[in-house]
């Protein structure tokens, strides 16, 4: 299951959280339960958990990060998620990330959705979302919202700017036959 929603919110919005995020070089690349030192530096990821479960890391940027899911949500998320989060992060990819398939260990019953937080990311830019061998280009507001346990994946970066994206983990929303 895959979906693709498109201007899910405003461009200001996304600039006034990225000139909120602190620099890339302080994120703590280790204790975020991804891997050793060794792995992120094998498939270049750096990662930024502002929410863990049971634990916000970053306050402010969960507030922003709640902000833009509610945007999401009404932007046609509720057909398919509750704005219940579970986890909420942010990477950084550039030109020189590799492409890393994977597939999440998470339960049946919830969601990721990924976003680009750049305010100025546009597909020549690169660095959309591959899902089970299909290419998604992404723009500055446009959202995924997929099975994170199928295969899935960054595409590669083509500009020399970093992407910064957004990830949260939801509940999924269960449509009963009254729905």
């Not at 405003?10 to 280790?30: A, G």
């Not at 833009?68 to 509750?82: N, P």
């Not at 346990?149 to 994206?165: E, G, P, T, W």
Request: negative net charge; aromatic residues 10%.
């Amino acid at each position: 299951m895959i979906v693709k929603l498109e201007n899910c919110c405003s461009h200001n919005y996304l600039q006034m959280f990225m000139n909120l995020i602190p620099p890339v070089d302080t994120w703590d690349r280790e204790g975020n339960g991804l891997g050793s030192v060794e792995n992120y530096d094998k498939i270049n990821l750096v990662k930024l958990n502002i929410m863990e479960p049971g634990n916000v890391k970053h306050e402010r940027l969960f507030g922003l990060a709640m902000g833009l899911l509610i945007q999401i949500y009404d932007s046609g998320g509720y057909g398919h998620f509750i704005p219940e989060v579970h986890y909420c992060g942010l990477s950084v990819k550039d030109k020189n990330t590799p492409i890393n398939m994977h597939h999440d260990p998470w339960p049946p019953d919830k969601l990721k959705i990924l976003g680009i937080l750049n305010h100025d990311w546009t597909h020549e830019d690169g660095g959309g979302f591959i899902y089970e061998d299909k290419q998604w280009d992404m723009k500055s507001t446009d959202f995924i919202v997929f099975d994170s346990r199928n295969q899935h994946s960054n595409a590669i970066v083509f500009s020399d700017k970093k992407r910064l994206a957004i990830d949260y983990l939801v509940s999924k929303r269960i449509v009963s036959e009254n729905d």
